[in-house]
């Protein structure tokens, strides 16, 4: 009985005994023949003419064989084989003639072998014989068994090159079994034609358990399946590199391996294999889940570390609130000499520890990326002088000199952050004032343009004790100080260049220094902003109703904050403007229906009907071409764009500068430009928490109007924090705390108290996002200790 059949490796020649035409033609049939499905009627041994005739001519022995290895045909040639057996019975010579017979496999469709004797009726002869398997539409198998005479220069060509061949296959084999991955390569049909030692050793399979078996046939799990068969279709189909993720079982522990299936195509390009490489790369996700793990820590003593610095900050600051507060209010009641220089002493010492909080504060909030910047227009002149001023009485104290100066080409507009800029000067200004004790400090500020960048470049120079050059490097660094004597000498905290140096990258900027020992040092430091075309985004319409004077203006102003209606109405008195209130979108719409007015000036923000809902009834509703100037206070990248797409003729951001809006107003209204009635800036040295620059510049000097704003800003300002506090410790919906939030800040602008308008606005963002209730109570709490804090300073300029 035949043995059953192992799987093995595909070979594949031709070659013949007769004259060059007739072998080539013949064999050319044969190997179409051999490797189509059998005919039944040929496998079934029935007798038609042609096919015996063509077999029969066949110089060389053919035999057809069925499932179970008997002869159901033989040709001429072959008849001399069987040494008389009859072509029914079983060949059992040759089957157990043949040397490669284990190797041999259902898989298998053809195999060419070696020489083999095969007994004859006088003799015993070798033979080289070709095996090929069929299937007919039955599922049936079949065998054909082609044997020639091996001799001649084609029978040694064939012998030798079958021998390369095998020895080929072997260095391949040994190559590939030597691998340390997994290597293997399937058929088209998904069966195993090639693996090596470390996919048996991976899967405890022996070779044969594996040759020529489908994933399917070694009964693997249905959702491997799955994905097996999925990545084998992608190769075979688009031809593409496809990797995916294993695990196996390796002695009772998981290893998990990438698995490579890449296709192997023939000449032509078609893909006839599959090849597949997987690597354990178990040791890497170890390592991989143990670095994650670190990391997770790592962050987590992190965040703790930040979360505990902000709230014992926040802690500290609420007391100090207090002590600042009751030493002012104490300032204020009559004092003897000695009490007035204890009392000062307190603020200034209470003024240093806030110092130090807010510096701590900076860093963390740095660290933890909660800091975020603006990118609002603002004019760098204005903004730096802002800036410089109040830090020359503190260089007059110390008998220095304090000296700013502007290059020439310097632009009137750029946008960034303004606050940040600020922040960075005060730093670097206050430490050359610290470290100088005679001579100047001199602020240089000049600017570049690249494209539509402008790079901002300032430089703070002082004649003070300078920097030993071993300490340059490590001057930015967090804690640090030049020596150790200087921060008992001087005092301070180390912060404040880390912070300045944290500042500048966080806006794409550098800082570089120098400095010599008792000749003082240059701290230079660039900054790239966006250079701001124009003062404000204007459309001319056909339509816009032209004034020849300002004079008499109707104006509609749109803004549900009464301090905001005031700065505006005090603002258009001056030019004599008949103004009419709304107090949100649909009074507005209400007021300009009935109204005839030559500009209307539109809050975005707004209860009932918000500015851009109200906008559109105006604009395709009512039809109204009447001249509309957005004003908001998120003045972010994009606004203007927005408030222009919605209707709007121009735009300007809130706390506004009166000359911006009277200008925007002219050129809306009466193509002309507007000089703004004579004002002076105050020359009182403002206090840090709280800039009442902006209201004096409205004033002029009037201080019945500065005490009218002071009292609208107090009257409204109390209640609205109160509803704040009462939404967020109720956890109300994000909506009205966002909007609450941004009521607040409108007001804030315009008393421009530190860190509650950038609190504030957090807030807002936090609610418009719908998101992290703990950060908005945190929020909360600075803008409580803030307001305490500002309470009593703005009270005093109230009484003043």
Known sequence: E????????????????????????????????LRRPSPPSVAAGNDQPIFRRILDEHPDPILLLDAKFRVTYANTAATPLGSGIPAT???????DAHPSWEKITAAIESYDSEPIELKTEFEKTAFLVRITKSQDPSDTYTWKLLLRKPGGTSAKLHQKLYGKLREQQKLIQDIVDNVPMVVFVKDLKGRYRIVNNYMLKVLGLEKEM????????????????????????????????ITIEDTVEIEGNSHFFWVTKLPLKDAAGTVKY???????????????????????????????QENFLANISHEIR?????????????SETKLDSTQSEYTESIKQAADSLLGLINDLLDVSKIRAGKFQLEHIEFNVREVITKVIYPLQFRAEEKGIALNLEFKNGMPAGIKGDPMRLQQILINLVNNAIKFTSEGEVKVSVDAERQGNTIILIADVSDTGIGIPIERQQQIFDIYSQSEQHTARLYGGTGLGLNIVKQLLELQSGTIALWSEPGKGSIFSFRIPYDLAFEKAVVIETEDTKVTEKIDGLRVLVADDNFMNQK???????????????????????????????????????????????????????????TPIIAMTANALKGEAEKCINAGANAYISKPFDQQDLLSQISSLVHNMKVEGPA??????????????????????????????????????????????????????????????????????????????????????????????????????????????????IIEAKMNA
Request: net charge negative; hydrophobic share 45%.
């Open 318 to 330: 609420t007391p100090m609130n207090g002590i600042i507060g009751m030493a002012s209010l104490l």
């Open 679 to 792: 004002h002076h800036k105050t020359t009182d040295m403002q206090t840090d928490l709280v800039d009442f620059s902006y209201i004096e510049d409205l004033a002029g000097g009037k201080p019945d109007y500065m005490r009218q704003v002071l009292t609208i800003f107090m009257d409204n300002t109390y209640p609205a924090v109160d509803k704040l506090e009462e939404l967020i410790n109720q956890k109300a919906d994000f909506d009205p705390i966002s909007k609450q939030a941004h009521f607040l800040k409108s007001s804030v602008g315009i008393i421009k108290i530190r860190d509650m308008y950038e609190t504030l606005k957090e807030i807002e963002i936090l609610g418009k996002e719908q998101r992290d209730r703990e950060e908005i109570e945190r929020l909360l709490q600075i803008v409580l200790a803030t307001f305490a804090e500002a309470r009593p």
């Open 274 to 304: 599959i090849c597949g490489i997987a690597s354990d790369v178990t040791a890497f996700k170890e390592v991989e889940a143990h670095l994650t793990l670190a990391r997770d820590e790592a962050e987590s003593a992190k965040a703790a």
């Open 2 to 33: 035949a043995k059953a059949l192992k799987p093995g490796i595909t070979g594949l020649y031709t070659s013949g005994w007769v004259p060059v035409f007739l072998f080539f033609a013949a064999g050319a049939f044969i190997y179409w023949y």
């Open 89 to 95: 019975d079983s060949i059992t010579n040759v089957v």
């Open 210 to 241: 594996i040759m020529g078996k489908t994933d399917f046939q070694l009964q693997m799990d249905q959702e491997r399946l799955f994905t097996y068969q999925d990545a084998d279709d992608q190769v075979i189909n688009q031809g593409k590199t």
């Open 567 to 625: 700065v505006v109405q005090y603002v258009l008195d001056k030019w004599r403007a008949d103004i009419v209130f709304a107090n949100n979108g649909q009074e507005a719409v209400e007021a300009a229906e009935k109204g005839n007015f030559d500009i209307i000036l539109m809050d975005m923000q707004m209860p009932v009907m918000d500015g851009f809902e109200a906008m559109d009834i105006i604009r395709n509703t009512l039809k109204l071409k």
